[in-house]
């Protein structure tokens, strides 16, 4: 078959064609959102698995303080009190949701910002492979490859994660925009779209996601390294990126805030938690080959690799068949070598690289090597819409070439697979027992490379057969496990009254009064926006403790009236012990230790506390809690001599305190909960949660915003007139 550009038949309009596979591919792109996004018409949401247990009450209490006019920086229903701002991945500065959380009714906006990820997804990734020369129906091949592969759709439970990627092909957009530019007014656009869209991944909260951006961002710099004018170019684009962290530093810096005071695995093994399995190589050729999809992979969604057989062929296709074009061959390159090191990465510990980038600061912290496998699909996308592209170019690819290659991956696959089942040890329990689906991955693969080779003879007609069955394949694979996370209503009226059984039957229990905690269950942590108090709780970075968390003296000082003993326990246990969230005790005993010192003390009348605060004893006296919301709580005390208020909201640095409208200084009390002293006679004690990472990071922003403004004019200069090759 021959590579020379093919004519246009007798009676046919090659625009047309075009125009028809364009069509097409925008109809399969809406046809697998609707999909993805059809069972929440009518109000409904996804409320499965993190979507549930964190997401959505994250945002339900994020919406009633905006509603409110209240702060929602701290969240006092999370793990005795928590900084849930700094926490990040509600993403609370970010303008989008600041906009429609304070606007809109919950469930709109939950849904809202579900849908607008995948949207800016597809939109991204068709405009950066079109500005890679891509026709129209090949860019949104690639748009729908992407978007909705085994990694974003399997990671739709973790809106953060989707919304931060869906930035990566729009910044991969701006840079060669900036690389290319010819004018200087476009060159000063394209550095704010970059330095802005940096800004924007950052103020999303999610930074080991922000972190494949980067990676990915180096690969595309690459390509322009040694061409003229590139060095002066690429250290503006540098200088960029510092200007987006600058604009974000309103969550940067409460987000080091609290990881510094989080309670992360000291194992020095910590990096290689959930590192991609060799094995998992094989889903490439088909995930029938695992039991659960995947090889020792849980929970699921992390390992899934798999993103179709077409698109694996067609950007296998591309080592039969190099691009002529020397722009898709430098893109394909590019993703390749991207992909390459991506899955590198992903592998973790079994790669050997991922091991020395967790030694880093802040790299260390983060889990789950396998979420690289976002960048391996990206390439992969990218890859086949190229491939898609020549072969509307140049016809057919050279059928035998291609189906040899298919063939021996298939028989490697297979043996490998046969091998592990038959005498892998553990790892056999990983492949399925049921023969005909070991031999289905390889019949489809080389039937998938028996379509790429002779679909472009029927032009149209068999291009746009390989687009709809490359997202037949990955809807079927991908969507039901999507709508297994049966939608429910948003209301949480709905949801309270559905757990209603499920919360303490005890007189003092009042959601919303603070009098007491409790500790249950997470679909129990999921009335925390209702007002219900929550010993623990689940987020990305849960804080560390001082006492012993597990202990009973521990959460009665906690306020702990309510909890169930395993927390899957059907009945709820009373503990008539538990001490009030805020009293007056008249004796201290200062300790180093919390946690060995405070069995050995009367919790009930003796406070802990770092430095000697000379309390004449007594009887404690009157307390009354005036005000209590987000970050804020006022008391009123009346005692005849001096005394230590202890308030068992967790402690932290941010936390001020005033005593008669004066400057008090917060104690820490218990090592993890913190008090004031209160005065003799009487006297108002207000609480306010204002930190300093936050005042410093806003502080951050506004330079961020003079950095911008005076960086773009110096970024256009840096351009010239004359565009970096391999722009437009």
Known sequence: MTDAPRRALPGRDP???????????????????????????????????????????????????????????????????????????????????????????????????????????????AALLRRWGLPWFAALFGANVFTFSGFTLFHFIHLQAIAIIAHLPWMLLALDAYMGARERRAA?????????????????????????????????????????????RLFAVGAALFTGLLLAGAQVLPTLDVLQGAQRSSNPEFWREGSLH??????????????????????????????????????????????????????ALTCALLGGIALILALGGYGGLYGLLAQLPILGSFRCAARHIVLVQFALAALAAIALAECHTRGAVG??????????????????????????????????????????????????AALVSFAPRWRTAGLGVLMALAATDIGLHALPRVWDHKPQSSRYEALRDALRDELPRDPAFTPGSGVYRAHGNW????????????????????????????????????????????????????NEDALPLARLVTQTVVSTTP???????????????????????????????????????????????????????????????????????????????????????????????????????????????LFALAGAGLAGRAAGGRPSEGGD
């Not at 909260?205 to 003229?228: C, E, K, M, S």
């Not at 029938?288 to 020792?296: I, M, Q, R, S």
């Not at 090592?671 to 990071?697: H, Q, T």
Request: with cysteine; glycine share 10%; charged share 15%.
């Open 399 to 448: 059928g035998s070439r291609l189906a040899r290659l298919a063939a021996v991956l298939a028989l490697i696959a297979l043996v490998a697979a046969l091998a592990v089942r038959l005498y892998g040890g553990p790892a056999r329990d990983d492949i399925t027992d049921q023969w005909l689906r070991i031999l289905l991955g390889p019949a489809l693969l080389i039937g998938a």
């Open 278 to 331: 060799p094995l998992n190589l094989l889903q490439w050729a088909g995930p029938w080959f695992f039991a659960n999809g995947v090889a020792h992979g849980d929970p699921v969604h992390e390992y899934a690799l798999y993103t179709g057989m077409i698109p694996v062929v067609l950007a296998l296709s591309l080592l039969v068949r190099a691009p002529r074009e020397r722009q898709r061959a430098m893109s």
């Open 595 to 705: 946690r060995e010192t405070i069995g050995r003390i009367d919790v009930a009348t003796t406070a802990l506390v770092e430095r000697p605060l000379a309390l004449p004893g007594g009887s404690p006296g009157a307390l009354r809690w005036v005000e209590h919301t987000p970050g804020h709580a006022r008391f009123e005390t009346e005692a005849s001599a001096p005394q230590l208020l202890v308030f068992a909201q967790r402690h932290h640095a941010g936390w001020r305190a005033t005593v008669n409208g004066a400057p008090a200084e917060v104690l820490r009390v218990y090592g993890d909960f913190m008090g004031c002293l209160a005065p003799a006679g009487a006297a108002e004690i207000v609480f306010r949660f204002a930190p300093a990472s936050l005042r410093y990071g806003l502080l951050m922003s506004a330079s961020g915003l």
């Open 15 to 125: 625009d047309a064609g075009r125009a028809i596979l364009t069509a097409s591919a925008a109809v399969i792109g809406a046809a697998l959102l609707l999909g993805l996004c059809y069972p929440l018409i009518g109000g409904r949401i996804y409320q499965g698995s993190d979507l549930g247990a964190y997401h959505f009450p994250v945002r339900s209490f994020y919406s009633q303080c905006l509603k409110n006019g209240q702060s929602f920086l701290w969240q006092p229903n999370l793990f005795c009190g928590y900084y849930l701002h700094g926490e990040g991945q509600a993403g609370m500065l970010h303008p989008f949701h600041l906009l429609i959380y304070r606007f809109l009714p919950l469930d709109v906006a939950f849904n809202l910002e579900f849908v607008s990820g995948y949207l800016m997804l597809y939109a991204g990734m």
């Open 523 to 574: 679909r129990v942590a999921r009335l925390a926006p209702l007002g219900l108090p929550n010993y623990l709780g689940y987020v990305g970075l849960p804080p560390a403790w001082t006492l012993d968390p597990g202990a009973p003296v521990t959460r009665r000082v906690a306020g702990v009236r309510w909890e169930k003993q395993p927390v899957n326990a059907p009945d709820w246990t009373v």
């Open 188 to 232: 000063r656009w394209a550095w704010l779209a970059l330095a802005f869209l940096g800004a924007s991944q950052l103020l999303l909260g999610y930074p080991q996601y922000v972190l494949f951006t980067v990676i990915a961002l180096i690969a595309g710099a690459a390509r322009f390294v040694g061409h003229p004018g590139a060095f002066a």
